[in-house]
């Protein structure tokens, strides 16, 4: 199930085919699952940060999400016990098992009078109209989506004229990700919503890494939150649908999303007690030293919209700078791991001056057995060697990497017979063993030049180290292949694979 990035190539041809495409579970079948589930209304989000409260203001307290299920169990929690505001802004959110659950958990926040804002991005919103316009109908939620024109609400000659027309608008995308409680505590990082980035999905998952913040930087991800929210880019859904709106509304709109999340066949009574005892976990990791507290920690996003296109689809952004500045400035080591690697020569020549000057780099990307998008891997494989010449170390993740054992939610595995493929969509950097980037930003031309992007530049040798931990366990051979001039694993893919890899050649990298 290749759903994650597929459309990220923007190769015109399949995105329109496909981006009609979505998928959706049916929430329709009445159950009583409900009765038993209760929040705890003696906690609240304030008491159980309250040692901390004098930290925030300063402060910046760090805490990585390396797994899927914890960094989903701790959306739920600060859901469940969000007190006035809730923002969210996301590249995807599907509506899937892990979205309608999502859903719910956001609705029953705005039944208490929760304020929800959502961003989604068009080109990837893959539900119904009518379930899009139910869920903004609540008093308390509001549902924006970025640069509308290309998918929802449109046919396919409409899709078709809007990336004749305007290709380059039409490839501008928000790929944004940051999901913010209170104004004080923010989950921004690799994952969208959808069940192959939580380890839930049953064919194909995801390898991935977010970010918690709590204090100080938390306002600056407001500050970005607000700016795209109020952009001209973001647009009201109903104004985008509005000839539908009316006539969609149903009474008790939300009654079959509430029993669906509360059947134990989609919602695991073992994940929900996860939930409940979140606060005692998180307790322990601020005893454990593990949440570590910093004056220096730098959250950066691009604009909306991000350059003036006067470069045509090139032209760069902050994220990009930023970046770019960081990889001049490394003194030793350069470690990354991005899904997709499509070089330039400015990117190659920035990895051959760190090289001469004897900074060791290590890339992990995905390898064509384990990529969910061959567009984006048919152009690292035209320019492999020629990043390989640079001195640069190269691995490519394997589908089988033994740390999915590890890493997989292990509920799921108990119910499968067969463990998924795993591919790689963490997009982290750890340079000098002291400073961590952790964001949406992958190394392709669409992250630099197109798509706005975000990330989290984190200067701590504690969290590096930790970060690095785990990066090195898949730089391990169990979990990677290293490809050199002599060697790629590209043959451990049968032939029809192989040839629609080298049949996406023709594909301008530009918008990979």
């Given at each position: ?5 597929k459309?990220?190539?923007y190769?015109?041809i399949?995105?329109?085919?496909m ?14 699952f ?8 003696s ?6 940060l ?10 910046t307290?760090v ?8 960094s989903?169990?701790a959306r739920?929690?600060l ?36 304020k ?25 939620i ?6 509308p ?12 004229g809007?990336?004749?027309t305007?290709f380059?608008?039409?490839?501008q ?10 104004d ?9 919503i959808?069940?192959?980035y ?6 194909y998952?995801f390898?991935d890494r ?19 929210w ?8 109903e ?6 709106a009316e ?6 709109p ?33 005893n454990?030293?593990?949440?570590v ?7 950066i ?7 003036d296109?006067e470069?045509?689809?090139t ?5 990009t ?12 080591s350069i ?52 990043l ?9 993740f ?15 595995q108990?119910?499968l017979?067969?463990?998924p493929?795993f ?10 063993n ?18 706005t ?10 969290v ?5 931990e ?6 391990k051979?169990?979990?990677s292949?290293?490809t050199?001039?002599?060697f ?22 530009e918008?990979?």
């Amino acid at each position: 199930m290749n759903l994650s990035l597929k459309f990220k190539n923007y190769y015109l041809i399949v995105l329109l085919l496909m981006v009609s495409c979505g998928k959706t579970k049916s929430i329709s079948e009445k159950t009583d699952f409900c009765t038993n589930i209760h929040r705890n209304d003696s906690i609240t989000l304030t008491k159980e940060l309250e040692d901390v409260a004098f930290l925030m203001e300063t402060k910046t307290g760090v805490y990585v999400l390396e797994d899927g299920s914890g960094s989903m169990v701790a959306r739920a929690w600060l859901s469940e016990y969000a007190e006035k505001t809730i923002d969210i802004q996301y590249f995807i959110f599907s509506t899937d098992n892990i979205g309608l659950i999502a859903c719910d958990y956001l609705v029953r926040s705005a039944d208490r009078g929760v304020k929800v804002r959502i961003i989604v991005d068009d080109i990837m919103v893959d539900t119904d109209i009518e379930d899009i316009l139910t869920f903004n109908s609540h008093e308390n939620i509001s549902v924006k989506i970025y640069n509308p024109g290309v998918n929802l609400g449109k046919n396919i000659f409409q899709k078709i004229g809007k990336f004749t027309t305007d290709f380059r608008d039409a490839n501008q995308r928000m790929h944004n990700k940051t999901f913010i409680v209170d104004d004080k505590v923010v989950i921004t990082g690799g994952r969208n919503i959808a069940d192959e980035y939580f380890d839930y999905d049953h064919e194909y998952n995801f390898r991935d890494r977010d970010i918690l913040l709590l204090g100080k930087e938390s306002k600056t991800v407001k500050k970005s939150f607000d700016e795209f929210w109020y952009s001209p880019l973001s647009v009201n859904v109903e104004s985008i649908i509005k000839n539908k709106a009316e006539d969609t509304i149903k009474e008790n709109p939300f009654e079959n999303l509430h029993e669906y999340a509360c059947n134990p066949d989609n919602f695991w009574p073992q994940i929900r007690k996860r939930i409940e005892k979140l606060p005692e976990t998180f307790q322990s990791i601020k005893n454990s030293g593990d949440l570590v507290w910093l004056d220096d920690v730098r959250f950066i996003s691009d604009i909306p919209g991000k350059n003036d296109g006067e470069d045509g689809l090139t032209g760069g952004g902050v994220s990009t700078s930023a970046l770019i500045n960081l990889l001049k400035n490394a003194k030793s080591s350069i470690d990354i791991q991005t899904p997709y690697l499509i070089t330039t020569e400015l990117s190659r020549n920035l990895f051959k001056e760190a090289v001469d000057r004897g900074v060791k780099i290590r890339i992990l990307t995905n390898s064509l057995a384990s990529t969910d998008n061959i567009e984006a891997f048919s152009s690292y494989q035209s320019d492999r060697e020629k990043l390989l010449k640079t001195g640069v170390r190269v691995f490519e993740f394997r589908p089988d990497a033994e740390e999915r054992k590890k890493i997989m939610t292990g509920e799921l595995q108990v119910k499968l017979d067969h463990k998924p493929t795993f591919g790689l969509h963490a997009k982290s950097m750890v340079i000098d063993n002291h400073i961590t980037v952790i964001g949406t930003f992958n190394l392709d031309p669409r992250s630099a030049n197109l798509n706005t992007e975000c990330v989290v530049i984190v200067k701590s040798d504690k969290v590096s180290k930790g970060v690095l931990e785990g990066m090195e366990i898949e730089f391990k051979p169990e979990n990677s292949w290293e490809t050199t001039l002599e060697f790629n694993p590209d043959s451990e893919v049968g032939n029809y694979k192989r040839l629609k890899t080298w049949t996406r050649k023709i594909i301008p990298k530009e918008i990979l």
